[in-house]
């Protein structure tokens, strides 16, 4: 049964990030990708549309047989990972909490900032789990809902992103923080832009490397690691256009993927 893979969701190709970080720490767990690729973005969109939106997702992955559900969206888990969980019936596990204790572990200075969906940063959710831990540290976000597209263009050294980064970052950076939560699965591939235009003062939170830490340790806490020592098999399914996924998802990935198949029964 533990060989059974590790399900992870995301409104689109953005949570290959976090399929990255599982298979860098687990390179010998399965996983089922499912990617809403017909709906995304969910970062503008209202609490309750990304909620039933969610449980659709996770009810797909359940079917799939998968041991573990991986929360890979910021934007679903800060808004919808009650209704994931009750949907589930495996464990479940987000990318806040993980990213929120990785911060407050990070920061001297007692002073971090927050950036995501609007979705996500209306929600406050990284900031009620990082007061929950320490009631005294000075929390600053700000939504950046350019960066989302940026990424999936690939425009990672492009002067339009170093304008934008700026233009986003700055009013962090008069709070004098000294952690960033990248609070959003495609910022991570922004990463070095973002760390260029804060002149590489500012630790960088990668919340899906922090998510799969937790997974790793649920894991092992429950004896469900994959006893299999082969390579493992990763699947990618998405509700639209499986073509479109394959080529920009190399970059998220950060290697080469497989085939992406149509979810089939997956009805919008
Ligand atoms: N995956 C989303 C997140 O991490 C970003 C893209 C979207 O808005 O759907 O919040």
């Given at each position: 049964m533990n060989n059974r893979p590790l399900g992870v969701f995301d409104s689109g190709i953005g949570g290959l990030t976090v399929v990255h970080a599982l298979t860098k720490r687990m390179p010998h767990e399965n996983i089922t990708y499912f990617g809403d690729t017909a709906r995304v973005?969910?970062?503008?969109?209202?609490?309750?549309?990304?909620?039933?939106?969610?449980?659709?997702?996770?009810?797909?992955?359940?079917?799939?047989?998968?041991?573990?559900?991986?929360?890979?969206?910021?934007?679903v888990s800060a808004v919808g990972l009650d209704i994931v969980q009750k949907h589930a019936k495996v464990p479940v596990v987000g990318v806040i909490l993980p990213g929120a204790t990785a911060a407050i572990?990070?920061?001297?200075?007692?002073?971090?900032?927050?950036?995501?969906?609007?979705?996500?940063?209306?929600?406050?959710?990284?900031?009620?789990?990082?007061?929950?831990?320490?009631?005294?540290?000075?929390?600053?976000?700000?939504?950046?809902?350019?960066?989302?597209?940026?990424?999936?263009?690939?425009?990672?050294?492009?002067?339009?992103?170093?304008?934008?980064?700026?233009?986003?970052?700055?009013?962090?950076?008069?709070e004098k923080i000294d952690t960033l939560i990248l609070g959003c699965t495609h910022y991570p591939?922004?990463?070095?832009?973002?760390?260029?235009?804060?002149?590489?003062?500012?630790?960088?939170i990668d919340s899906g490397e922090a998510a799969a830490e937790e997974v790793e340790r649920v894991l092992d806490e429950r004896k469900m690691r994959n006893p299999s020592a082969e390579r493992p098999h990763l699947q990618f399914f998405v509700s639209d256009i499986p073509a479109k996924f394959a080529e920009v998802g190399e970059r998220f990935l950060g290697q080469k993927m497989g085939r992406v198949q149509k979810a089939e029964g997956f009805v919008l």
């Open positions: 973005p969910y970062g503008p969109k209202s609490p309750q549309v990304v909620r039933e939106y969610a449980a659709q997702d996770v009810d797909f992955l359940i079917r799939q047989n998968v041991k573990m559900v991986v929360v890979a969206c910021n934007t572990a990070t920061s001297k200075k007692r002073r971090i900032g927050i950036i995501g969906t609007r979705a996500t940063i209306n929600s406050r959710a990284y900031e009620h789990a990082i007061r929950q831990r320490d009631a005294d540290v000075h929390v600053v976000a700000a939504e950046c809902p350019l960066f989302v597209p940026l990424a999936e263009e690939g425009w990672i050294d492009h002067p339009a992103t170093a304008l934008v980064a700026k233009e986003y970052l700055f009013p962090l950076t008069l591939v922004l990463r070095s832009a973002i760390d260029r235009t804060l002149n590489g003062q500012v630790a960088l």
